[in-house]
């Protein structure tokens, strides 16, 4: 079994994000809530009106943005390919400590690697 190299899973990771576009990070929410019409019969039963907005961060402030119907499914595939893009990262992250430590022994001059192959 051949241990993965930094440079192998930098390639992984390229390849594996060459299909996620459209991409974003939030949540997207249907909300329903009065309009400013005055005697709107919709508001006056208590339906309200429904509309999509995606919520978001620009830095320490979270924003709110208005999608119309027709953006919803493109919307949702750009968070989805976001979390993937989470997926992939925390995927990384661990892969690329692994291959940082390959190779290495401890203090007691022992193979780290047949240690974790172990567990």
């Known amino acids: 079994m051949r241990s993965e190299t930094t440079n192998d899973i930098r390639q992984w990771f390229r390849g594996a994000m060459q299909g996620l576009w459209p991409i974003a990070e939030g949540s997207l929410s249907l909300r329903k809530c009065p309009c400013i019409r005055p005697n709107c019969p919709a508001c006056a039963r208590g339906e309200g009106h429904s509309s999509y907005v995606l919520y978001g961060r620009q830095g320490n402030k979270r924003l709110s943005i208005y999608v119309p119907?027709?953006?919803?499914?493109?919307?949702?595939?750009?968070?989805?390919?976001?979390?993937?893009?989470q997926q992939l990262m925390n995927e990384a992250g661990l892969r690329y400590v692994r291959a940082l430590k390959g190779g290495r022994t401890d203090s007691r001059g022992k193979d780290r690697r047949t240690r974790e192959r172990k567990r």
């Open 69 to 85: 119907e027709n953006l919803v499914p493109e919307v949702q595939a750009a968070l989805e390919n976001g979390r993937r893009l």
